[in-house]
């Protein structure tokens, strides 16, 4: 479980290349690929809030967190002059009287969140409840890879005017890859702007993970009282496809033009099984991207330069035992955080005969 390479720096020997993990993001042993969920799911794919309390401290705490994980950054945000990351974790501090702090997990923040073992959203948001503090912005993704969801006839059925919806307008991206072989990356259908309170963003998920199969994504992305107010009712029901959907319901519905009155035409059969379908989900927990493949990315940006300079000074036995030699150095130094970095890539068991 833990690299040959490090077991044989523990153990004071000198390892051959053969036997160190890979050298780039590639490796198993660093990164796993992207896969299809093996079916239906709904998750949150963002979560944000504030909290009355100012104290960083304090919001790691209330996340059950060590504040030890966190690496203070000298620069903030949404008014903030300070900040506190963990992977995709972020808390913002040092605002104006009364701005307390903001915290904000992205997709993979809340990915590595559930990955430290915090699988429970209910608890946390019933934490921020208790303390006063508000929900600023929260996004559910509902992943459909049975088919179900078709998004040619989502777009085929808004532009045809075969939609009863609260949005004013829709509309359609396409994206390309340039550098891959499959030049068309997919396209978005999107209902509401960025900007607004609610938005709706569907697109093929595969294509955009450059993967084979069918992978559909919904995204209900909730924003200032509407985050909020979603969040409460997960507090009392915890059943997040119910919620999930019935906001849904109530924005937009795909119909036959069965009657000169939308509002009483029929739901299209598609739309309605999946609605009925998606609404018995429960919260899934999803699997993190490794953190130590940002480590990777961090090393080979900022020191790659320096590393081939000391490459090509030194021998290939001199440069592998500096290379020895510094990580000796750098397992004494390891802290919660490099720890942590190792549970949440590898899982809470995979480190345990490590010193630290």
């Not at 969040?231 to 915890?238: L, P, T, Y």
């Not at 119909?255 to 939308?262: A, E, F, G, I, P």
């Not at 440069?319 to 590898?346: E, P």
Request: proline share 3%; hydrophobic share 35%.
């Amino acid at each position: 479980m833990v690299s040959t390479f490090v077991r044989g720096v523990l153990a004071g020997r000198q390892v051959s290349a053969m036997s160190k993990p890979p050298c780039n993001n590639m490796g198993a042993q660093i990164t796993t690929p992207v896969q299809i969920p093996s079916k239906n799911s709904v998750l949150f794919d963002w979560v944000s809030f504030t909290l009355k309390n100012p104290c960083p401290q304090h919001a790691a705490h209330l996340m059950h967190l060590d504040f030890d994980l966190f690496t203070p950054l000298d620069y903030g945000g949404m008014g903030y002059k300070k900040s506190y990351r963990y992977g995709n974790i972020t808390i913002l501090t040092d605002g104006s009287e009364g701005m307390g702090c903001h915290v904000s997990m992205s997709g993979q923040g809340c990915r590595q969140y559930e990955a430290l073992g915090h699988k429970h959203w209910k608890a946390l948001f019933a934490c921020v409840n208790i303390t006063g503090g508000k929900f600023t912005r929260l996004d559910i993704a509902f992943d459909t890879v049975d088919g179900t969801l078709p998004l040619n006839k989502i777009w085929r059925a808004t532009k045809h005017g075969h939609i009863r919806s609260t949005f004013g307008r829709a509309r359609k991206t396409e994206s390309l890859n340039l550098r891959g072989a499959e030049k068309n990356a997919g396209s978005t259908v999107y209902f509401g702007s960025a900007t607004s309170r609610v938005q709706i963003r569907i697109y093929d998920k595969a294509r955009e993970q450059g993967i084979d199969g069918s992978w559909i994504r919904l995204e209900l992305q909730l924003r200032k009282e509407r985050a909020d107010v979603t969040a409460q009712k997960f507090i009392s029901c915890d059943d997040a496809g119910i919620i999930g959907t019935g906001i849904l319901n109530n924005l937009l519905s795909f119909v036959n033009l069965d009657d000169s009155n939308k509002s009483r035409c029929s739901v299209k059969s598609w739309w309605s099984a999946w609605l009925q379908h998606t609404e018995k989900l429960k919260l899934t927990v999803a699997a993190a991207k490794k953190l130590v493949g940002d480590l990777m990315n961090h090393i080979k940006k900022q020191y790659s330069a320096t590393l081939a300079t000391i490459a090509e000074y030194l021998d290939y036995t001199g440069f592998q035992n500096f290379v020895a030699t510094t990580v000796q150095h750098g397992i004494q130094r390891m802290s919660k955080r490099h720890q942590a970095i190792l549970q949440a890539s590898y899982g809470p068991d995979v480190c345990a005969d490590l010193p630290f």
